[in-house]
């Protein structure tokens, strides 16, 4: 399949398809691309999403949904990490930067939570599944229902 020959097109619900018109085929050849921008079940960026018991305009979160589409996940229980304290105020996760000891305390398990990336839900130690088990890029978090809802793609 020849690159110059491939032309993209976009279709209904947001689906993305290439259509190849190779020279000598006499047919078109199209090829389903799952995009980033595909919206499940056809919603409307209109409508409100139920996330966690409370209703979100879908609009609000769409931006982070189409990004986060794009990065692998892994489901992880959610862990403490060490965190670096300011001695002037302020908190960061500990990922083994140098720091100057007379401006940070190293706080071994001191990054007690992390927030979803779409819907801000504390994911935290223990407790029920729902605050302490969540999908990680390694960096980053969604929550399980964020991800079941708009992250996660049936085939």
């Known amino acids: ?74 489901r992880e229980p959610w862990v403490r990490r060490d965190a670096l304290v300011q001695r002037s105020g302020g908190t960061s996760l500990y990922v083994g930067q140098r720091y100057d000891p007379a401006d940070f305390e190293l706080v071994r398990g001191g990054w007690d939570h992390d927030h979803c990336e779409i819907c801000w839900w504390s994911l935290t130690e223990g407790g029920d599944e729902e605050d302490s088990t969540g999908y990680t890029d390694g960096q980053r978090w969604i929550c399980s229902e964020c991800y079941h809802q708009f992250i996660e793609t049936t085939a």
Do not use: N
């Open 1 to 74: 399949m020849r690159a110059e020959a491939l032309q993209r097109r976009e279709g209904a619900h947001g689906l993305r398809y290439a259509v190849h018109a190779g020279e000598g085929v006499d047919e078109l050849v199209c090829v389903i691309l799952l995009a980033h921008s595909y919206v499940p079940h056809a919603m409307s960026k209109d409508s409100t999403v139920t996330i966690h018991g409370g209703e979100w305009k879908r609009a609000d979160i769409e931006d982070e949904i189409t990004y986060f589409r794009g990065i692998q996940w892994r």
